[in-house]
């Protein structure tokens, strides 16, 4: 990885014995590094103390290698604790990348709006086990900044040379911040990734990580991740295994970008074509090897039947109560806007009763400010998304419009339980009476009415950047062109 230099000039005198001889990083072809290790969060304010633990496991299979760098996939499983009469299912995300010699790792994906290593929420992919060094390498090196996976600086440094694992090795430790982090009041947040890379092979034995942000009113979230390479060397892949881990990552590549190419369609959704997708997905589950790589083939055939439903949750785990407001970060391009239509109709007169207090609300005595309604189905995977995004958008328009949320189905002290689970501090209504008078072919949906009660935009579905788009189009009936 990039020039190893055993000698870690001016840093450590202990390591003055260290051979100098550089040393590139060293990959094979088949080589499989598999790494496993806990992801807890916890959340912290005076008085109150709760975390969250999951298991996760990293996978990279180098299929090809050479003097120019290596092609790659990188895999990581999410697992949740099991639970009794609760049913979990692990959660994969997959992607191609290029490795370069330097120990840069270039993904070949387009921007995606799911972060690799968000800051509310698991690792969806592990980044470091490859970390850029300087072009010098590290002789007489001590400090560094790459360009991390979400588009900030990254400032590295040595902190010394150790064995661990029976192996040599540097311990490298990667920091960020927000602005206002270090003046300790105020809403910010603090990453730093440790490596700890093997010296003869440049390679990282250990990866940790903790991310610690911090929200106006006091609540401290900190989130920790730890794996290690198991065996603490990759394991060459038998020809056999191999090649089943080859197809199964072709097949799924193949098929998430039909599934790209369905969620870009417009009109309508194109159910024959998600029934055709779904149909070949459990063809492929059926005969393919029990691999890793195999939980990313059925992670996909999941979300195409969710969104065969007209749901599009962000993927992989998203924990919606801890999100707070991230840093500034370079602006990425959105993705295509979701199925929009503009119907011009008003809406005639019904009640609507919120749930917690039985209070029946006329639809005409909303009229005069614009309202921003979320329909949704309290057993769906995308709720905690749909009503995060709601509360967060109550909060920003305050008394510029009304929000509400409105559940479809569900008995109400279901729901009911649902918004004290979520923490909710808007009002829950129900929502079959809307529904039939409001272009709600399926759920979520999301419409936006202006202050005359005229419908100026309606989604279906949800994905992780319908929270954009939704605010931009309240931005259009806040404040109209002339």
Same mark, same amino acid.
């Given at each position: 990885?990039?020039?190893?230099?055993?000698?870690?000039?001016?840093?450590?005198?202990?390591?003055?014995?260290?051979?100098?001889?550089?040393?590139?990083?060293?990959?094979?072809?088949?080589?499989?590094?598999?790494?496993?290790?806990?992801?807890?969060?916890?959340?912290?304010?005076?008085?109150?103390?709760?975390?969250? @633990?999951?298991?996760?496991?990293?996978?990279?299979?180098?299929?090809?290698?050479?003097? +120019?760098?290596?092609?790659?996939?990188?895999?990581?499983?999410?697992?949740?604790?099991?639970?009794?009469?609760?049913? @979990?299912?692990?959660?994969?995300?997959?992607?191609?990348?290029?490795?370069e010699p330097s120990g840069r790792v270039n993904f070949?994906?387009?921007?995606?709006?799911?972060?690799?290593?968000?800051?509310?929420?698991?690792?969806?992919?592990?980044?470091?086990?490859?970390?850029?060094?300087?072009?010098?390498?590290?002789?007489?090196?001590?400090?560094? @900044?790459?360009?991390?996976?979400?588009?900030?600086?990254?400032?590295? /440094?040595?902190?010394?040379?150790?064995?661990?694992?029976?192996?040599?090795?540097?311990?490298?430790?990667?920091?960020? =911040?927000? =602005?206002?982090? /270090?003046?300790?009041?105020?809403?910010?947040?603090?990453?730093?990734?440790?490596?700890?890379?093997?010296?003869?092979?440049?390679?990282?034995?250990?990866?940790?990580?903790?991310?610690?942000?911090?929200?106006?009113?006091?609540?401290?979230? @900190?989130?920790?991740?730890?794996?290690?390479?198991?065996?603490?060397?990759?394991?060459?892949?038998?020809?056999?295994?191999?090649?089943?881990?080859?197809?199964?990552?072709?097949?799924?590549?193949?098929?998430?970008?039909?599934?790209?190419?369905?969620?870009?369609?417009?009109?309508?959704?194109?159910?024959?074509?998600?029934?055709?997708?779904?149909?070949?997905?459990?063809? +492929?589950?059926?005969?393919?090897?029990?691999?890793?790589? +195999?939980?990313?083939? =059925?992670?996909?055939?999941?979300?195409?039947?969710?969104?065969? /439903?007209?749901?599009?949750?962000?993927?992989?785990?998203?924990?919606?109560?801890?999100?707070?407001?991230?840093?500034?970060?370079?602006?990425?391009?959105?993705?295509?806007?979701?199925?929009?239509?503009?119907?011009?109709?008003?809406?005639?007169?019904?009640?609507?009763?919120?749930?917690?207090?039985?209070?029946?609300?006329?639809?005409?005595?909303?009229?005069?400010?614009?309202?921003?309604?979320?329909?949704? /189905?309290?057993?769906?995977?995308?709720?905690?998304?749909?009503?995060?995004?709601?509360?967060?958008?109550?909060?920003?328009?305050?008394?510029?419009?009304?929000?509400?949320?409105?559940?479809?189905?569900?008995?109400?002290?279901?729901?009911?339980?649902l918004r004290k689970q979520q923490r909710l501090g808007?009002?829950?209504?129900?929502?079959?009476?809307? +529904?039939?008078?409001?272009?709600?072919?399926?759920?979520?949906?999301?419409?936006?009415?202006?202050?005359?009660?005229?419908?100026?935009?309606?989604?279906?579905?949800?994905?992780?950047?319908?929270?954009?788009?939704?605010?931009?189009?309240?931005?259009?009936?806040?404040?109209?062109?002339?």
């Open positions: 990885m990039g020039s190893f230099v055993l000698l870690i000039a001016g840093a450590f005198a202990a390591a003055q014995s260290e051979p100098a001889a550089p040393n590139l990083l060293r990959l094979e072809r088949g080589q499989e590094f598999v790494y496993s290790g806990p992801y807890t969060l916890t959340l912290e304010q005076p008085g109150n103390r709760t975390s969250r @633990t999951l298991y996760l496991q990293h996978c990279i299979l180098v299929r090809n290698a050479g003097p +120019r760098g290596a092609e790659a996939t990188f895999l990581t499983i999410q697992r949740t604790p099991p639970q009794a009469g609760v049913s @979990t299912l692990p959660v994969a995300q997959l992607e191609q990348a290029i490795i070949l994906s387009a921007a995606n709006s799911v972060p690799r290593i968000p800051l509310d929420g698991p690792p969806n992919l592990e980044v470091a086990a490859f970390v850029e060094l300087p072009k010098s390498g590290l002789t007489g090196a001590n400090n560094w @900044t790459t360009v991390a996976e979400n588009g900030l600086p990254q400032n590295w /440094k040595v902190d010394a040379v150790e064995d661990f694992n029976h192996c040599r090795c540097v311990v490298l430790s990667g920091e960020q =911040a927000s =602005a206002d982090w /270090k003046n300790g009041t105020s809403a910010g947040w603090f990453r730093q990734d440790k490596v700890w890379l093997d010296l003869s092979a440049g390679y990282a034995i250990k990866i940790d990580r903790v991310i610690c942000r911090r929200e106006e009113g006091g609540l401290i979230v @900190t989130a920790k991740s730890s794996c290690e390479l198991e065996a603490g060397v990759p394991t060459p892949c038998p020809g056999g295994l191999y090649s089943d881990r080859l197809e199964t990552i072709k097949q799924t590549i193949l098929m998430m970008g039909e599934f790209q190419q369905l969620q870009l369609a417009r009109g309508g959704l194109n159910a024959a074509a998600y029934d055709d997708l779904l149909v070949r997905l459990d063809q +492929r589950l059926k005969v393919q090897a029990d691999t890793p790589y +195999r939980e990313a083939l =059925a992670t996909l055939r999941r979300r195409v039947e969710m969104a065969r /439903k007209g749901e599009r949750p962000p993927e992989p785990l998203v924990i919606p109560a801890l999100k707070m407001p991230l840093a500034p970060a370079p602006p990425a391009p959105l993705p295509p806007p979701p199925i929009i239509t503009r119907p011009e109709k008003a809406v005639p007169d019904f009640n609507l009763t919120e749930l917690s207090t039985g209070q029946q609300v006329p639809w005409s005595r909303l009229r005069g400010r614009p309202v921003l309604l979320f329909f949704f /189905k309290p057993s769906s995977a995308t709720v905690p998304n749909v009503l995060a995004c709601a509360q967060e958008m109550s909060a920003r328009l305050g008394d510029q419009a009304y929000v509400l949320a409105l559940a479809t189905e569900g008995a109400p002290a279901t729901i009911l339980e808007i009002g829950v209504f129900t929502g079959q009476d809307a +529904r039939r008078l409001l272009p709600v072919e399926t759920t979520p949906c999301t419409i936006i009415l202006d202050k005359s009660g005229a419908i100026r935009f309606s989604a279906l579905g949800w994905g992780g950047e319908y929270p954009a788009w939704i605010g931009r189009e309240m931005e259009k009936v806040l404040h109209p062109a002339p």
